[in-house]
């Protein structure tokens, strides 16, 4: 028996160290959202959802109904992240995944030229946009389901995985919990440079994402064009 099929095949877009890199982003994006453009973190919905029923109870109509833009925008992320790929794949030259960490990479460039006097809600929708594609995307690391833009999930599944190390002295859960407690150490790191930076470069502080996103474009570029150019027609785990 070949030894090697006991293991299964991971992609690298679907590295663990690709994952680090992008939550490190993630955490990058909504400390730059919080501290300078407009207080809000956008790399979630949920908060715009809570925000939007407190104004509905409060008779706020015209400030509810502003929520569906942002919510309209994550959204729409998630829709052209779910319909692109296949297109995508037929032409055979890169993965959605690499295009995406390209394209992510321009707007996030572009949006450190708007000065922080013109409205919060333009920086704030785009960003909303770029976590849910990059969210809906990247959604397994090496077969384990993770995200890339918040860590509610990351902190119940280190709860949920402690326990079953301490109970049955499991290793692999131990593990799990391990990968996932960095992963939230990585996205709180991401935070806090990005929020040091902010005083620093002012509305160009969001380029400091653009290291992370390098990183993990040179890697996947290289693996779609070299490395994994016969795999091209295989498909990241959970999708």
Not at 25 to 36: E, R, S
Not at 210 to 236: G, I, N, Q, S
């Amino acid at each position: 028996m070949d030894e090697t099929r006991r293991d299964p095949f991971y992609l690298t877009c679907e590295k663990y160290y690709i994952f680090e890199l992008l939550i490190m982003a993630g955490g990058m994006m909504g400390a730059y959202t919080y501290n300078l453009r407009g207080g809000v973190f956008c790399n979630a919905q949920t908060a715009n959802v809570m925000l939007m029923s407190l104004a509905i109870g409060h008779g706020e109509w015209r400030r509810a109904l502003y929520y569906l833009i942002p919510i309209s925008a994550y959204l729409a992320g998630a829709m052209v992240s779910e319909a692109l790929p296949s297109r995508i794949r037929h032409r055979r030259v890169l993965r959605w995944d690499t295009l995406l960490i390209g394209f992510e990479m321009l707007v996030l460039f572009a949006i450190g030229f708007i000065p922080l006097n013109w409205p919060a809600q333009i920086v704030q929708v785009t960003i909303n946009f770029l976590c849910s594609m990059q969210y809906n995307t990247f959604r397994q690391a090496e077969g384990i389901p993770m995200a890339t833009t918040f860590v509610t999930n990351h902190i119940r599944q280190i709860g949920a995985w402690a326990v079953k190390a301490l109970r049955k002295h499991d290793e692999q859960a131990r593990a799990r919990a391990l990968k996932h407690l960095t992963m939230v150490g990585v996205f709180l790191l991401g935070g806090v440079i990005l929020t040091l930076a902010c005083g620093v470069f002012g509305a160009k502080a969001i380029w400091l994402a653009l290291l992370p996103l390098a990183v993990c474009l040179a890697v996947m570029l290289r693996a779609d064009l070299v490395v994994e150019k016969a795999e091209f027609d295989r498909k990241p785990h959970g999708h």
